[in-house]
């Protein structure tokens, strides 16, 4: 359930929202970039796909939770009200 939220994406955006740091945005694309890769590549993957909207619900609100600390000054405007504008 979790192989989506302990990605590079989220742990820099938990330390972003934990710590109160600025995160650099060029690091923080890269790791969006290979996040998007993981999810698509796991969808495709699995067969159940209860399994995967179960994963995906998961992640979705995790990442609503963490975007909606993290203000856009410390994202350099990555994040519009919980939502990527990437």
Known sequence: MKRFTDTKFFLALQETSQKGIDVNTHLLKN??????RLLFSQSAALTCKAALLNTLNYTHVELVSLTDEVSGKKCGGLFEKGRLLY
């Open 31 to 36: 790791c969006y970039d290979e996040f998007v």
